[in-house]
């Protein structure tokens, strides 16, 4: 009989060098793939991971593409240490983008320089009160975050795509599903000239700084993880598990939030329906990639990025469809996800175990019969 057993006591090492292993199995694994495709597979990965970065331009937009994943991971991962999954990230991303956003259609033609500070706050109030409503539902319906969550991405969409087909199309835009192109105060401004490297960045650096600083120094964070981790010893140790999902899911929602008006006063520069390639998911991998520590996810997050630019440079150079991301996105969660699997549990072979037949009562005389005779 095959068996998982818990390991006494997993393999710390183990654990930070899971990411290699599975990183290493998604390109055994993609070889294949390369070789069933007709592709040479030297050749695809080298367009794939090395090409990209061979210039300047792909550097900088490997950092364009890597700030948001970063971003997104580490509010992500103070949920997931509670246990709290939070798959609505791409949701909230949405509607942070969709309030920095309004704020960027009324100040239209308006040269300040507190609408984009106003803009971001707007954007962290979205992404905040997006995550707010299944943190609500589980508190009060113990409604799983895990469905809800993913039910709001759909809705977030919706209300994007209203607005951009009606209250919020640009008049001039040909009819086309788009707000106006933002311009002046309503843009981050570029800090390296020839790319399109904005101050965002610096929100980024700033969010790995806090949230290292919270993880490793403050009691809130330790609370936090008991609270979602072991409810019951939480109560008894003063700690409320309430509190623990309220702060999780709206700390994610603020970054992812903030993540959306990175976007679109960003490299976007106006509403579209295509706001994100998919951060708000990719980002999920990126957090357990990267161990959910703030130093892990910087290197996970720019991984990610390498395999977004290797699929736009796959579809160009070896005419790939656009799902090549996504697939190797995929792999590498599930081969994460398969290591971490044995490391933290044991594979036995054991023998088959057979149900018990009762034994066939033997065929005895009664003992006046063996008397009598």
């Known amino acids: 009989m095959h068996l998982l057993e818990p390991r006494a006591n997993p393999s710390q090492l183990m654990k930070w060098l899971s990411p290699v292993i599975a990183l290493l199995a998604m390109l055994m694994v993609g070889s294949l793939l390369f070789l069933a495709l007709?592709?040479?597979?030297?050749?695809?990965?080298?367009?794939f991971f090395i090409a990209p970065l061979t210039t300047m331009y792909g550097w900088s937009e490997l950092l364009i593409k890597a700030s948001?994943?970063?971003?997104?991971?580490?509010?992500?991962?103070?949920?997931?240490?509670?246990?709290?999954?939070?798959?609505?990230?791409?949701?909230?991303?949405?509607?942070?983008?969709?309030?920095?956003?309004?704020?960027?259609?009324?100040?239209q033609g308006m040269d300040s320089i507190w609408v984009l500070p106003l803009m971001v706050l707007f954007g962290a109030i979205?992404?905040?009160?997006?995550?707010?409503?299944?943190?609500?539902?589980?508190?009060?319906?113990?409604?799983?975050?895990?469905?809800?969550?993913?039910?709001?991405?759909?809705?977030?969409?919706?209300?994007?795509?209203?607005?951009?087909?009606?209250?919020?199309?640009?008049?001039?835009?040909?009819?086309?599903?788009?707000?106006?192109?933002?311009?002046?105060?309503?843009?981050?401004?570029?800090?390296?000239?020839?790319?399109?490297?904005?101050?965002?960045?610096?929100?980024?650096?700033?969010?790995?700084l806090a949230f290292w600083l919270f993880g490793s120094r403050s009691f809130l964070a330790y609370s936090l993880e008991v609270g979602g981790q072991a409810p019951d010893a939480a109560r008894y140790a003063g700690f409320s598990a309430k509190r623990a999902i309220w702060f999780s899911l709206i700390i994610s929602g603020m970054m992812a939030g903030i993540a959306g008006v990175g976007?679109?006063?960003?490299?976007?520069?106006?509403?579209?329906?295509?706001?994100?390639?998919?951060?708000?998911?990719?980002?999920?991998?990126?957090?357990?990639?990267?161990?959910?520590?703030?130093?892990?996810?910087?290197?996970?997050?720019?991984?990610?990025a390498v395999l977004y630019l290797g699929g736009e440079a796959a579809?160009?150079?070896?005419?790939?469809?656009?799902?090549?991301?996504?697939?190797?996105?995929?792999?590498?969660?599930?081969?994460?996800?398969?290591?971490?699997?044995?490391?933290?549990?044991?594979?036995?072979f054991g023998a088959r175990r057979h149900k018990a037949m009762p034994k066939k009562p033997e065929n005895k005389k009664p003992d006046n019969v063996l008397a009598a005779s």
Not at 38 to 47: D, R, S
Not at 172 to 190: D, H, K, R, W
Not at 327 to 334: D, T
């Open 38 to 47: 007709g592709k040479n597979p030297l050749h695809a990965f080298y367009i």
């Open 68 to 107: 948001p994943l970063i971003l997104i991971a580490q509010g992500l991962a103070i949920g997931f240490r509670a246990r709290l999954f939070n798959i609505g990230a791409e949701g909230q991303l949405t509607m942070g983008a969709l309030f920095g956003g309004g704020i960027a259609i009324a100040c």
């Open 126 to 208: 979205g992404g905040a009160l997006w995550g707010a409503i299944p943190a609500f539902l589980k508190v009060r319906f113990n409604a799983q975050e895990t469905l809800t969550t993913l039910m709001l991405n759909y809705v977030a969409t919706f209300i994007l795509l209203y607005l951009i087909n009606g209250p919020w199309r640009d008049p001039s835009g040909m009819n086309f599903p788009q707000s106006i192109m933002f311009e002046g105060s309503t843009l981050f401004p570029i800090i390296m000239e020839g790319t399109r490297i904005n101050a965002s960045i610096f929100i980024t650096i700033f969010a790995v």
């Open 263 to 304: 976007e679109i006063a960003g490299p976007v520069g106006q509403l579209t329906p295509n706001i994100s390639p998919g951060y708000g998911f990719a980002a999920i991998i990126v957090a357990y990639l990267g161990r959910l520590n703030p130093v892990g996810m910087v290197l996970s997050g720019f991984l990610m």
């Open 315 to 348: 579809q160009m150079e070896l005419q790939l469809p656009a799902a090549i991301t996504g697939l190797f996105q995929g792999m590498l969660l599930f081969f994460l996800l398969a290591a971490d699997a044995f490391i933290d549990n044991r594979y036995r």
